[in-house]
């Protein structure tokens, strides 16, 4: 079965504190996402990666980055916390595309609030 | 105008109705098609995707494409208050930068269905 999971669901967090979301997954997907989503905005793309150490920007990936030093997990970290960075957080995975996009599978998410 | 379009509704059926939910997108080269539902709170599951002109069921699901007219939509069959969301529509696109494929994400259409 398809396991994503991410290491919290809840954090609240200070201006300028750095922070570190993770996120696991059993599947062996070559293909990890970090996505953000706001009310009226929808799913938005930070970074993702295709292959470990390997990471490319989303659309929205000022004032975060990630890191992917093993297959089954990827890395999302704010490295100075800002109030706009509250949000909820999702991570997903899928296989390496092959033509056509495969199916990414989500984590639980984590909702973030920066104070 | 937006990759990815869906009416936010709320769209609101009776138990046991038909549900319609309806999602345009821009580029004309996406192959691949997909319907999350997403209940309050929680992340987006898969319900079914497609590739292909045409209908694809699934169960009280039916996913509908006509890529001439830049169209997908899911109709859900004996609606139950279960079915109770919000559904997303999602189209793969070419990254920014690179090429590699990602998703695009509609803002999502919410479904009431009343018992």
């Known amino acids: 079965d398809v396991k994503v999971t991410q290491s919290s669901r809840y954090l609240v967090k200070r201006t300028g504190e750095k922070v570190f979301l993770e996120c696991v997954q059993d599947m062996d997907h070559e293909n990890m996402f970090w996505y953000r989503q706001d009310p009226g905005l929808g799913l938005r793309l930070i970074y993702f990666s295709y292959d470990v150490k390997m990471k490319e920007k989303g659309d929205i990936p000022e004032g975060y980055s990630v890191s992917r030093e093993k297959k089954e997990r990827f890395s999302l970290i704010l490295e100075s916390a800002s109030t706009n960075q509250t949000s909820m957080y999702l991570c997903?995975?899928?296989?390496?595309?092959?033509?056509?996009?495969?199916?990414?599978?989500f984590g639980p998410g984590t909702r973030l609030l920066v104070l | 105008q937006k990759e990815v379009e869906q009416n936010s509704g709320p769209l609101s059926v009776p138990e046991g109705a038909i549900a319609s939910l309806n999602c345009t997108y821009s580029?004309?080269?996406?192959?691949?098609f997909f319907w999350y539902r997403q209940y309050s709170g929680k992340s987006p599951e898969l319900i079914m995707f497609?590739?292909?002109?045409g209908d694809k069921e699934d169960g009280r699901f039916t996913a509908q494409l006509n890529k001439a007219s830049q169209y997908v939509s899911l109709l859900i069959r004996d609606s139950q208050p279960s079915d109770s969301a919000t559904y997303l529509c999602a189209v793969n696109g070419l990254g920014l930068n690179t090429g590699f494929q990602k998703l695009v994400f509609g803002t999502g259409t919410r479904l009431l269905v009343s018992p």
């Open positions: 497609i590739y292909s002109n």
């Open positions: 997903a995975s899928s296989r390496r595309l092959s033509g056509v996009q495969e199916t990414q599978y």
């Open positions: 580029d004309r080269g996406s192959q691949s």
